[in-house]
């Protein structure tokens, strides 16, 4: 018997959800995102790349903050 932590999140869910989210960037005016692939996983998975930034006017300042966020998952946390 195997009880789990929480209910997984799979590849395709991801996928899914980058897919929709390009969309919704797409529709709207206000923040751009950008999707690029970064490299191919052993089992030739995307691994992505997202820059996500406001788009700017003629007004804005020219000085951008950065955030850089990355992750690791472990076989077997499913909650990372």
């Given at each position: ?19 929709a989210l390009e969309d919704a960037s ?20 995307r691994c992505d790349v997202l820059k ?29």
């Open positions: 018997v195997f009880f789990a932590y929480c209910f997984p999140f799979t590849y395709c869910d991801l996928q899914s959800y980058l897919g797409r529709r709207q005016n206000f923040h751009e995102l950008k999707r690029r692939t970064l490299c191919e996983t052993l089992q030739k998975r996500i930034k406001k788009k700017r006017g003629p007004d804005d300042e020219k000085v951008r903050k950065y955030i850089v966020i990355t992750c690791r998952v472990h076989p077997g946390e499913t909650n990372s």
